[in-house]
């Protein structure tokens, strides 16, 4: 059974740090490309970062190039998104996802897994 699991988040004050974490099981995490994502309220899921299989690649969101970084550690099977700078217009729930591919890719209808979603409210 495929299982995403987010840990972190909260609320915090705008130029603050947080991470993410989103633990996977029930496949072979090192086979598939993993993505994060983010609901801002009254929005559409929009896409934050992707990262192929092996991490060496990534992409991000243009609103989020130099503040967010997204990583992985495969042995673990775990997955992070380290934020800094937080503006609140960062304030959304999060989603770690699965991707159904090796490479990287933020278009969400690429994703088949997702995880239970982390709520991250910046205040200004």
């Known amino acids: 059974q495929v299982q995403l699991v987010q840990t972190g988040g909260g609320m915090v004050q705008a130029g603050d740090s947080l991470r993410l974490n989103c633990t996977a099981s029930?496949?072979?995490?090192?086979?598939?490309?993993m993505g994060w994502f983010r609901q801002p309220p009254g929005k559409e899921r929009e896409a934050v970062a992707a990262?192929?299989?092996?991490?060496?690649?990534?992409e991000y969101a243009d609103s989020v190039k130099g503040r967010f970084t997204i990583s992985r550690e495969n042995r673990n099977n775990m997955m992070y998104l380290e934020m800094s700078l937080l503006k609140p217009e960062d304030t959304a729930i999060y989603y770690c996802?699965?991707?159904?591919?090796?490479?990287?890719?933020?278009?969400?209808?690429?994703?088949?897994?997702w995880g239970q979603g982390t709520q991250v409210t910046v205040s200004s």
């Open positions: 990262i192929n299989w092996n991490g060496r690649v990534t």
């Open positions: 029930g496949w072979s995490f090192d086979s598939w490309a």
């Open positions: 996802a699965r991707a159904a591919r090796l490479d990287e890719t933020m278009d969400p209808g690429a994703y088949g897994y």
